[in-house]
Every structure is written in C-alpha cells, then in structure tokens.
T-cell receptor, first 112, second 110 residues
Framework: KQEVTQIPAALSVPEGENLVLNCSFT??????LQWFRQDPGKGLTSLLL?????REQTSGRLNASLDKSSGRSTLYIAASQPGDSATYLC???????????FGPGTRLSVLP | EAGVAQSPRYKIIEKRQSVAFWCNPI?????LYWYQQILGQGPKLLIQ????????DSQLPKDRFSAERLKGVDSTLKIQPAKLEDSAVYLC????????FGPGTRLTVL
C-alpha cells in the first residue's frame, strides 16, 4: 500500500528566501506525481505534474524534481513571496489502477 | 475552459440526517474522484469512477456512503445517516491525466 509523507509539516520563512519542500513515497511503481497548492477554505490548485519517465518540471519560480528509485520528490520555490503562503500537497498516482495517494501537506508561511 | 463545479459549498446538518453533494467534472474527463479531507490532513480517496463505472471504492464506508455517476458525467455523493466524524471537506476532482479539483463542500455535522 502506497504511503506518502511530507517534511516539514510547517515552514515559516522571510520573503525572498529560496526553499525546498519534500515528499517521500514508499512504492516506486508510480505513474506520475503531482504537486498542489491549497489556500485556506479552498480546493486544490495543480502546480506541476511529473510523469514517471521525467526527472523534473518547471513553472515560473517553481521547480519539481522526481527520483523514483529513492521514492522522493522535491518542490523548489525560488524568491518566495507572501502570496506563496498556502499548504502544499504532493499526490502520487500508482501504475496499478489510477488512484492518487496524497501526503498530509506542508503549511508554508512567507513573512513580509 | 470551465473547471470542476461542486454544490453546495457549505452544509450544516445534525447527526443521523442525510446529505447529498453534487459534482460536474470538466467536459471530456472520463475519470472522476470523490475525496474526503479532514482538517489538517491530505485528501483521502473515497471513490473513483471511470465513465459511469466504479474503479476503486475500497475506502468508501459503504454502510452510510453511496455515490453514483449516471451517464458518466455528473456525480452525486450521499451520506445517510451522517455521523459527527463525517465533518470534513468533500472534494471532487476530474482527470484526463492531470487532476483538477473543484472548490469542495464543507460539511459540518452537529
């Protein structure tokens, strides 16, 4: 059974810092991995999708990497801004079936 | 492109009452998911549909929860009777590869 963990659970940084969020998964037989952002009281917004054959994806100030063999993905946020404050979740989709398993999320606060 | 629509956005009921949620996925998306998200946790999959067939409902409490996707488009999730521990946000998502989520329905059971 796939299990997904995220470290740290919460993070507070001053504006302008570069930061890394971590996602680990136990079963490396994945189809893809997706990073989401969730603002309080809102649904999830897709940030980046990495297919199992890819090693990284970039969108603006965000870069996500995937190392299947070690069961890890990182989300790198460059030059953080207060508007980046949200909870960041990773979700892993398995090869055997199409269901996603989510991590518990990292709650990020970027202080002005 | 219109996103995933859900209604209602908020619902407050008393325990043992019934409640239903509605989801309209993105046009053309064959896969539809219902998730339960308890405060402070990641979403937990309740049920996955591929068109109008169920792919995975292993984590759906079938004694009280039911879901259907007639005609392979809209879907409804029902809880009958509700318990206090059902208080959560119920998220619907659809996928054609990448998942897209609706705004969710926040359920409070008193």
């Amino acid at each position: 059974k796939q299990e997904v963990t995220q470290i740290p659970a919460a993070l507070s940084v001053p504006e302008g810092e570069n930061l890394v969020l971590n996602c680990s998964f136990t079963d490396s037989a994945i189809y893809n991995l997706q990073w989401f952002r969730q603002d309080p009281g809102k649904g999830l917004t897709s940030l980046l999708l990495i297919q199992s054959s890819q090693r990284e994806q970039t969108s603006g100030r965000l870069n996500a990497s995937l190392d299947k063999s070690s069961g890890r993905s990182t989300l790198y946020i460059a030059a953080s801004q207060p508007g980046d404050s949200a909870t960041y979740l990773c979700a892993v989709r398995g090869n055997y079936g199409q269901n996603f398993v989510f991590g518990p999320g990292t709650r990020l606060s970027v202080l002005p | 492109e219109a996103g995933v629509a859900q209604s209602p956005r908020y619902k407050i009921i008393e325990k043992r009452q019934s409640v239903a949620f509605w989801c309209n996925p993105i046009s053309g998306h064959a896969t539809l998911y219902w998730y339960q998200q308890i405060l402070g946790q990641g979403p937990k999959l309740l049920i996955q549909f591929q068109n109008n067939g169920v792919v995975d409902d292993s984590q759906l409490p079938k004694d009280r929860f039911s879901a259907e996707r007639l005609k392979g488009v809209d879907s409804t999730l029902k809880i009958q009777p509700a318990k206090l521990e059902d208080s959560a946000v119920y998220l619907c998502a659809s996928s054609g590869g990448e998942q897209f989520f609706g705004p969710g329905t926040r359920l409070t059971v008193l």
